[in-house]
């Protein structure tokens, strides 16, 4: 048996005590600081909050294991350090910072690479990605990809 592990970490700053405390109030979510319908599971509660509060879309799922990574903010909170050490959440991650470039640099961007390991040297176990944000966009790369277009490519020469 093999473990397969997702990592990756960023470090993204913060501009004023207004995007640490927006930032902060969205990674440390804390449901029990919102009142939902008490027939909702804590996953659908934590979705309809991120949804309703702050127009952050993830599914159910993703609602489960909120963030889905790893946060520590720094000392002065000029910035948090985001990262993931066995599997980390890239779509949540994207979805977060998407909304915080919305709201309060629509101008600017975040990213993460992300490596993709096996803990046995299994072939096709090993890769990478990389997502590209803006207020506007997200754009996905993941190795395997950019192999099998090179793969056809050179298939049909």
């Known amino acids: 048996m093999a473990n397969n592990y997702t990592q990756w970490s960023e470090f993204f700053p913060l501009n004023s005590s207004e995007e640490a405390a927006w930032i902060k109030s969205v990674l440390c979510l804390n449901i029990d600081n919102y009142q939902t319908d008490?027939?909702?599971?804590?996953?659908?509660?934590r979705q309809i909050i991120l949804k309703n509060e702050f127009g952050i879309n993830i599914s159910t799922d993703d609602a489960d294991f909120f963030p889905g990574f790893s946060v520590e903010f720094s000392d002065n909170d000029s910035g948090v350090y985001i990262y993931a050490?066995?599997?980390?959440n890239v779509d949540t991650a994207a979805s977060i910072f998407q909304t915080f470039l919305k709201k309060f640099r629509p101008s600017d961007y975040f990213k993460i690479e992300w490596a993709d390991t096996c803990s046995k040297p299994r072939a096709g176990e090993f890769g990478g990605g990389a997502v590209f944000v803006t207020a506007d966009n997200v754009e996905w790369t993941h190795t395997g990809t950019w192999i099998s277009e090179r793969a056809k490519k050179h298939l049909s020469v």
């Open 38 to 45: 008490d027939s909702l599971s804590e996953s659908e509660a």
């Open 85 to 88: 050490e066995e599997f980390g």
